[in-house]
């Protein structure tokens, strides 16, 4: 495993729609575990391959504590809308209000090619949502109102 650099706003990738994974081999279940070891070193919880500069379409997340390997992901179903505040990690030092779904259905491959489907509300469906629209070259400052730099004291 290693550290990868995160490729920062302003970088043409993080605009780019990803391409889907034809085969999940050994390279790309390398990717998922940097992945993994860069999202814990930087205190995220999610990171798309993007922001890798890998234009895959998958991405990380852990959420409650539960690491999710998201591998061609497809939304099934969203209901409802909550608003708080994100950050990502191309964009360190400000966040932005966002306005996402209450509830996620989401399905996807893990890294041995099985499907999961992850489903939920609260936290979930924010994460799920922002790591997505990674894929499809959104960043959360193009939905968010209020962005602004990160305040220690808003933790």
């Known amino acids: 495993m ?3 650099n995160i490729v920062q706003e ?6 780019k729609r990803a391409k889907e994974v034809t085969e999940i081999n050994d390279h790309i279940r390398m990717i998922l575990d940097d992945m993994i070891e860069t999202m814990r070193e930087k205190n995220g919880v999610g990171i798309a391959a993007p922001q890798v500069g890998i234009l ?15 591998i061609n992901p497809e939304i099934l179903e969203t209901e409802g809308s909550q608003s708080e505040d994100e950050g990502c990690l191309s964009l360190p030092g400000y966040i932005g209000t966002v306005e996402r779904p209450e509830y ?3 399905k996807g491959l893990n890294r041995d090619g099985k499907e999961m489907v992850y489903e939920g509300t ?9 790591e997505y629209d990674h894929l499809d070259g959104i960043l959360y400052t193009d939905k968010a109102k209020n962005i602004r730099e990160f305040d220690r004291d808003d933790e």
């Not at 469906?125 to 922002?130: K, Y």
């Open 10 to 15: 302003g970088d043409e990738i993080l605009r």
């Open 2 to 4: 290693a550290l990868r």
């Open 122 to 130: 609260g936290f979930l469906p924010i994460v799920l949502s922002h």
């Open 104 to 106: 996620i259905k989401m």
């Open 56 to 70: 895959k379409r998958m991405f990380i997340a852990e959420v409650d504590g539960e690491l999710i390997e998201m």
